[in-house]
């Protein structure tokens, strides 16, 4: 149930153009399993299990806290998740099992947990989208870029719908990432050079000012400085 929680409008991402389009189909995901979450899922024993178990990042916690939705069953989950943290971390001297599951809480969260695999899944349609629709495929190289993280995730996930179109596909994509890396590369050099005496008192172009934050979010998929409230992503 979980795993289905949302279908992603894929033709109706790509019909946007702006910023990554792979983020976006992202952020929608993320604002499902956010309002999922604070929703009464919260409340179902299973997801408690779960929830106990992973517990949540700080991002996520932080959305959850914006969702606008009642902060008690969050004080609940809370509850009940401290009570395992309680018993399983802290109960006795810590050994070696005691510091690999600190470390494995660190590293895990129940809306990080369903997120890939679910954006996996969502880029086996654009594949198939981009093989049988000559439309789709327009307005997927059209888009302006895609982020260095998501252009990983499609070259890992796409070979099995692409078949022999694989190769092909990769390079368009390679390419598109390729020349809006090298764009970038000449935006952070311009707002480094702006900074030369020779150049005092001349205007920065809108690029040149944006550097900094664009250069950010290709490499990091998220805007410099976070977003916490749940972003639509259409
Ligand atoms: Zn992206
Ligand atoms: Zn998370």
């Known amino acids: ?123 086996e349609t654009v594949c198939l989208s981009y093989k049988n629709e000559p439309e789709f495929r327009k307005l997927y190289e059209a888009q302006p870029y895609i982020c260095i993280t998501h252009y990983r995730m499609i070259v890992q996930n796409a070979k099995k719908p692409l078949g022999k179109e694989y190769d092909y596909f990769v390079e368009v994509t390679r390419k598109l990432v390729k020349k809006y890396a090298d764009a970038l590369q000449n935006d952070v050099i311009a707002f480094r050079d702006a900074y030369d005496y020779q150049n005092a008192g001349k205007p920065m172009s809108q690029e040149t000012r944006t550097a900094i934050e664009r250069t950010i979010e290709f490499l990091t998929t998220r805007p410099a400085g976070g977003n916490l409230k749940p972003l639509s992503g259409t």
């Open 1 to 123: 149930m979980k795993e289905n929680i949302c279908t992603i409008p894929v033709n109706e991402v790509f019909e946007q153009n702006d910023g990554c389009p792979i983020c976006r189909m992202r952020n929608l995901i993320e604002a499902k399993y956010v309002d999922y979450i604070t929703g009464p899922a919260m409340m179902e024993p299973d997801i408690r299990i779960e929830t106990n178990r992973l517990g949540f990042c700080e991002r996520h916690f932080g959305m959850m806290l914006t969702s606008g939705r009642a902060r008690l069953p969050i004080a609940l989950t809370l509850d009940s998740h401290l009570i395992d943290v309680r018993e399983k971390l802290l109960a006795k001297k810590p050994d070696k099992k005691t510091l690999e599951a600190m470390q494995a809480l660190e590293n895990s969260c129940f809306i990080c947990n369903y997120i890939e695999p679910h954006l996996a899944r969502s880029l």
